[in-house]
């Protein structure tokens, strides 16, 4: 097909957006494509639905337990959780053997990737899992937020973080029946950072302004759970649960921030009303959302 798209292009160069190829682009079936489309292709990552791009508050409430597909019942709630887990069976199936690695991959969403500890764990080997884990990515399941490093006096933790991109995907592995349920686990702060993430990172993508990201981590635990660089601006975000947030979560923020020189400190948490300035705010997702775009 891509061997006839380029022809058909190149007798009319100056007809744009004549053809849209829809559909996931695995990276093995890529590296086998003889005509790359090189100069001819824009490619447009489509996420799940965003915060956004939902029309009620109702669905809104809901993005977060069920995740952003549209079938995966956040216009639907009765589909969840057996939509996410008839996807990731499938997926499963035909791109990568080994499920155990996907419920661990739950297990550990949020958490700094240790290969050689999750390949004893599954019997597999160092190198089997790192290329699993690439297959995830690939096919945009899971995000490696990678470690943001300078001399900045301290030892600082060099391995990824991952993070389930859907958090109806990463609910449905971890056996989530409603949101009482989500909000009573240990993991829970765990979710609504890779949550916010991906909503952040989306919208600045359907924005037209990504940015680079990157989690910080000391040896002794000092972190900042974002980092978007553009340019010389670098945004620093700290992601709390709670509803309340206190001076001292933001003075923690304040002093980690500074660490890296953070031209920006944000707070973000499920607060009703946000306090502060671009510089220094702390406000909800719905806020952080309006804001960004400005910035």
Not at 7 to 23: A, E, P, V, Y
Not at 172 to 186: E, F, I, K, M, S
Not at 238 to 254: F, G, Y
Not at 271 to 281: E, F, I, K, Q, W
């Amino acid at each position: 097909m891509f061997e006839r798209l380029r022809g058909t292009i190149d007798q009319q160069q100056r007809r744009h957006g004549r053809f849209l190829l829809l559909g996931s682009i695995a990276p093995t079936l890529m590296a086998r494509v003889s005509q790359s489309l090189a100069s001819r292709l824009s490619l447009v990552e489509l996420t799940p639905l965003l915060w956004s791009e939902l029309a009620t508050a109702a669905q809104r409430e809901r993005l977060w337990l069920f995740g952003g597909f549209p079938d995966g019942g956040v216009l639907a709630p009765k589909h969840f959780p057996r939509w996410q887990k008839d996807k990731i069976a499938l997926l499963t199936q035909r791109d990568l053997p080994a499920w155990g690695l996907a419920a661990m991959l739950a297990a550990l969403h949020g958490q700094a990737w240790n290969a050689a500890s999750v390949s004893r764990s599954l019997a597999l080997s160092y190198h089997t899992v790192n290329r699993y884990l690439d297959c995830l990515e690939g096919t945009f399941l899971i995000r490696r937020l990678r470690p943001w490093s300078a001399n900045v006096g301290k030892r600082l933790v060099k391995s990824p973080k991952v993070c389930w991109r859907d958090s109806g995907l990463l609910h449905a592995l971890l056996g989530v029946a409603d949101r009482d349920h989500l909000l009573a686990q240990p993991w829970v702060g765990a979710s609504f950072e890779g949550f916010v993430i991906e909503q952040l990172l989306g919208a600045l993508s359907v924005l037209g302004s990504p940015r680079s990201a990157w989690h910080f981590r000391t040896s002794d635990q000092l972190e900042l759970d974002l980092v978007l660089e553009r340019g010389r601006e670098r945004i620093a975000f700290e992601i709390k649960l709670t509803t309340s947030p206190s001076p001292a979560d933001m003075a923690r923020l304040e002093k980690v921030a500074a660490l890296i020189g953070a031209n920006r400190r944000v707070l973000v948490s499920r607060v009703s009303h946000p306090t502060g300035d671009a510089t220094r705010l702390s406000g909800n997702l719905a806020h952080l959302l309006d804001m960004i775009g400005r910035w």
